[in-house]
């Protein structure tokens, strides 16, 4: 299973010098997932088939990658049925990227530095999804630091409302430039602290933390996001947040019965929001949820 993500938090900083934007982020796997199988010896060359989804496929970069680095496996067919929304925010390809070297790996060895380097070269998202679970990314999204050795979190679930738009990550970010939304590297940091602190807390992340300072260049590129938003919200759930880079909204439930309530929102809204859904954690590692 290759499953989605939600970013609980993503606050951007200014470019570095690899064009790429400094992050601090709060990344949780969900329970809505892609199926990536692999079978071998099918071909003289590696393929990647995703059923219904035209394109280059980062899952095809991924086996590159790894040839490139002498992985000397017998040549694979990826087979990537979609469940997550493409270019939704929710981080789809990242997560069938990461499946994909995941994969790999159980064919012949591959080095955990390598394959670590080889996930931050194919995308800031990949990194956090080699090992699907509840991690904070820094830097572009390389650095990363599970957040399983502390508290965690209470109990919670999301709404998933896609859009019928997609959105260009870098459309997105280049936006934000546009906008001046970016934040410096001292707030960056202190953002970071309180990140860190909130989670060793347990419990529920404070809504001043629970922000996408992605949101506002998502808007401007596809206003009918707020529809989502407010939709979220008057479903029930406490928080509604952009996905990622959009145009994918989640509305967050926090509580025991937090899966009942996000299950019961989407149903509500399945007449105005053709694809909606709801998901719950999964747990690092393993795949299982974190709540029922």
Excluded at 26 to 50: F, G, N, W
Excluded at 107 to 133: K, R, Y
Excluded at 144 to 149: D, G, K, T, V, Y
Aim: negative net charge; hydrophobic residues 45%.
């Amino acid at each position: 299973m290759a499953p989605g993500k939600v970013n609980l938090c993503l606050f951007v900083g200014g470019l570095r010098d690899d064009r790429r934007h400094e992050l601090v982020t709060l990344l949780e796997s969900v329970s809505l997932a892609d199926e990536v199988e692999l079978a071998t010896r099918v071909a003289l060359e590696d393929q990647v088939v995703c059923v219904g989804v035209e394109g280059p496929n980062i899952a095809s970069r991924a086996l590159a990658g790894l040839r490139a680095r002498e992985w000397d496996a017998p040549r694979v067919r990826i087979t990537i049925h979609k469940r997550i929304p493409v270019a939704a925010g929710m981080g789809g390809g990242s997560a069938d990227a990461a499946a994909t070297l995941r994969l790999a790996r159980r064919l012949s060895e591959v080095p955990d530095d390598v394959l670590g380097q080889l996930a931050a070269e194919l995308g800031a998202d990949v990194p956090s999804q080699l090992e699907p679970g509840l991690v904070v990314a820094t830097g572009a999204g390389e650095v990363i630091e599970p957040a399983w050795p502390w508290h965690g979190l209470a109990p919670h679930a999301f709404l998933i409302l896609p859009a019928d738009e997609q959105l260009s990550t870098a459309d997105v970010y280049a936006q934000a430039d546009r906008l001046g939304t970016v934040r410096g590297a001292d707030e960056l940091a202190r953002l970071g602290d309180e990140l860190h602190c909130a989670l060793r807390a347990g419990g529920r992340l404070p809504d001043r933390l629970l922000v996408n300072d992605l949101e506002p260049a998502a808007l401007s590129l596809c206003p009918r996001i707020e529809a989502a938003l407010d939709a979220a919200r008057e479903a029930g759930a406490e928080r509604a947040l952009v996905c990622g880079s959009g145009p994918t909204v989640a509305g967050l439930f926090w509580g025991d019965d937090a899966a009942s309530r996000a299950a019961f929102a989407a149903a509500q809204l399945a007449n105005r929001f053709a694809r909606a859904t709801s998901t719950v954690p999964v747990a690092r590692g393993y795949g299982f949820p974190l709540f029922a």
